[in-house]
């Protein structure tokens, strides 16, 4: 088992920033690619940034790229998202999530209970 805890949600202005951080505990970390999903109201949830175990590897959705970047540090157990420029439009909550490296939900085991994140116009 793996347990993941996000934290660094929360309300900002459009243009603004946040970094988002997963806190891992359980089964060995490194071991695994993250993933950090979203899901809006009525929406599907959709990959934003993914990781491979050894962070040689990373994947952004069209929607982030130059804006958002994914890094984790494995000897702190901890996978970020820095977002920044952020618009109305990623409100969503976010969630982080340890699995394959893969753009998939049905590809992660694992899942943090989700942080919210509010872009103001």
């Known amino acids: 088992q793996v347990q993941l805890v996000e934290s660094g949600g929360g309300l900002v202005q459009a243009g603004g920033s946040l970094r988002l951080s997963c806190a891992a505990s359980g089964r060995t970390f490194s071991g695994y690619a993250m993933g950090w999903f979203r899901q809006a109201p009525g929406k599907e949830r959709e990959l934003v940034a993914a990781i491979s175990w050894n962070g040689k590897s990373t994947y952004y959705a069209d929607s982030v790229k130059g804006r958002f970047t994914i890094s984790r540090d494995n000897a702190k157990n901890t996978v970020y998202l820095q977002m920044n420029s952020l618009k109305p439009e990623d409100t969503a909550v976010y969630y982080c999530?340890?699995?394959?490296?893969?753009?998939?939900?049905?590809?992660?085991?694992?899942w943090g209970q989700g942080t919210q994140v509010t872009v103001s116009s």
């Open positions: 999530a340890a699995g394959r490296y893969g753009s998939r939900p049905h590809e992660y085991d694992y």
